[in-house]
């Protein structure tokens, strides 16, 4: 029985691709360009680039570029013709999606767990202060808040419990590779200093992301037991499967097929056949955590993660992959971003103060409890503040924990907005005030010799 | 003046993004690994593997997947969910609308007009041959099609005229992309012979592509006079500011940009900054094309022309860009033509014998006109045969023309479906026709110690 294809995929037959592809063209053009100024910028800044690109995302969005030029943004964003209307925004929807999952699959393989087992105990109870502390502290600031949550903005009722889980752990998160970009930038990534904080990141990073997964659970399992520990069973059991069974046989694989230089110089590459298969398992890994309901991002952090610790290997796939997600997929996300976030929604004074309140927790918690537990762990004063400075980071993976909390529908549009702003804050803030703290000590050469510190 | 950003772009906003995600992840898994399987089984069969994934994305299609598993077909393409109805297939058109123009950009850098240029006389000779022969005869088959067009599915009243142009065109066609892999792999590319084909088919190359320009403007233009002068003009003079304005400007930035092997051995590679250049100029580009009405792709190739010429230029970029090209868009693309192709619609006997029709001129008009060309031109018969099977060769070249004659809606999908079967037809047949051409030839020891001819 043949199928009418038309009936199945109508749009694929539909008249326009052409006129509906054109707003596309438009925005892609807007966001890459946007993402690259605003890395250019940042490096002007001497501040990571990815600051600047999330920045950029940011005045993409309806507080910068849609209220300057309403019209302009309107076109720009809706694709002028409203009939096209849904579907534009669709297409950018599934591009930020497909590039968030490769990034997390480059996320997890570089992630390296030789840092956590070598830095033993000082990085630990850094990393477990930085999270106890700003956890604690922003699941009681949720409890304040959510009897104010309709005034900023919620739709319907948020269960206070999710909030409370979801806020909490949006304030643990450390940003490990934007931490590691800083670090390499101040030419600090290989002294005492510099691994410690590395170390303490990535434990940080492991507990973050089960942290969010366990909320995401709890959230979207409505706290129903049974469905909560299934679906807690269901992520181990993947998890394992990962490790045990796609570690052992996909690694060694991937391993044997790295060719070093063939094509002239190429550099280490993979034939397409394995790139293939490796793109269809983190779409299948992406798919199954998806249905878990625990997101598929986490599908894409798992099989990267369970691909990690083999140089050569990781070296093959960000060549392939790396700076296709850097410069077309990730902006899109930024601006998928920046498009929710509207400071406009900052405009009463008690949302004012409820942001200021987010990001004082946010630094307080994980700066001085970072900060504490190294110097009770014998660090100089001022290298103990640096290092509760350099955990504060949240960059990057905190817009990505911010994106779940939203689409579980935790945290109303306000509080979104605030996580945003807290996230471009700590990151900004912890180069230039690590580089004064050092000031005196050790390191004070190496920043003045790159231009962080005055001489 | 804030906008209400849930007003602008309310998918953003909208729950369920995660539930639609899922169907997407399947399809791509499915794409992905089938394209890969259809290399792998072409490989085998020792044919291009391009001819593969090209059969792969029609098997996927209504015709083979469809018919056979409808229930299973429609879950995967239509994701189960008829509310999410028309997102999933916006979000797979413009993965492969975006993927295209990538590709033609990574085509047009190939481009070697060196060849045109080195090889004189016999190859423009066959050239010009290989696109008269083909295109009278298709303009000829055209005209006696014209009056059964209803009976083939067309669902408006098609323009005699743009079919005739159109058909035309598409027979015209060769693969200078494809056709260069089967010289490398049957170890010809240096040979007389394979330098004589190449130059003819790059020839080709470029009049097949400004004769599809001037088909679509006639086309889209309505065979208005003042629409169509203005659509060439334009074209014209954006081609101009490709070659005399962009390239001396972005060539010389792209070649002192380029850095070999730094990060260890990388490979050449360009900095993000300046990919994201040539990123958004390519999307300008085929913005300006496809407003000027000659297509989005046009502009993709016209960049990657202008930047042309430049080894090290071409190595990098395509370092960047061509392997994610290749196992991710491309299969899109070849999926999204295979659900457009209804062997269905060739169920009447009529149909079939047009589409025997279809396939008989298009050998005809390539092979006896090149063959003819080149027999007249000095070579020996065996060889000037085997030069008409070779630029017979059409494969993806050819899919891309007959989706622009579908954008345009100057085929029926009749017409649309006989002319995919003819592009892996002929570029199937090359290899071993082109092998048992050349027994006896100086290129029998290659091709048997390269297993293409028994001994």
Known sequence: MPIDPTAVVPVLFAAGREEALRPLLVQLVVIVLAARAGAAVARWLRQPSVVGEIVAGLLLGPSAFGAWFPDLFAAVFRGGDASAGGSLEVSLTSFSQVGLILLLFLIGIEFDFSH??????????????????????????????????????????????????????????????????????????????????????????????????AVSALAAGNFEAGRIVGMIAATLGF???????????????????????DLGHAGPRLPLGILSLVLALLFVAAWITSQIGIF???????????????????????????????????????????????????????????????????????????????????????????????????????????????????????????????????????TPLAARMLRGSQYEPTLVARGFLRA
């Open 116 to 213: 956590v087992r070598r830095q033993g105990r000082l990085a630990a109870g850094i990393s477990l202060a930085g999270i106890a502390a700003p956890f604690a502290l922003g699941y009681a600031l949720a409890l304040a808040m959510t009897p104010r949550l309709d005034a900023l903005g919620a739709a319907g009722s948020i269960d206070s419990r999710s909030f409370a889980l979801f806020l909490g752990t949006a304030m643990s998160i450390t940003a490990i590779p934007i931490l590691g970009r800083i670090l390499i930038e101040m030419g600090m990534q290989h002294t005492p200093l510099g691994a410690t904080v590395v170390a303490a990141a990535a434990c940080d990073d492991v507990v973050g992301w089960t942290l969010l997964a």
């Open 296 to 430: 598929a991002i986490f599908g894409g952090f798992l099989l990267g993660a369970s691909l990690s610790g083999v140089p050569k290997v990781r070296e093959a796939l960000a060549a392939h992959l790396a700076d296709f997600v850097t410069v077309f997929f990730l902006p899109i996300f930024f601006t998928f971003t920046g498009l929710r976030t509207t400071i406009g929604s900052l405009g009463t004074p008690e949302a004012a103060a409820w942001c200021v309140a987010v990001f004082a927790v946010a630094v307080l918690g994980k700066w001085g409890g970072c900060g504490l537990a190294a110097r009770l762990g014998g660090m100089p004063a001022g290298e103990a503040s640096c290092v509760g400075v350099f955990m504060n980071t949240r960059a990057l993976m905190e817009l990505i924990v911010i994106n779940v909390g939203m689409d579980l529908g935790v945290i109303p549009p306000a509080v979104y907005c605030m996580l945003v702003l807290m996230a471009i804050g700590t990151t900004l803030m912890a």
């Open 239 to 261: 998890a394992a499967v990962c490790l045990f069974v796609v570690r052992p046989l996909l690694l060694p694989l991937l391993e044997r097929s790295v060719r070093d230089d």
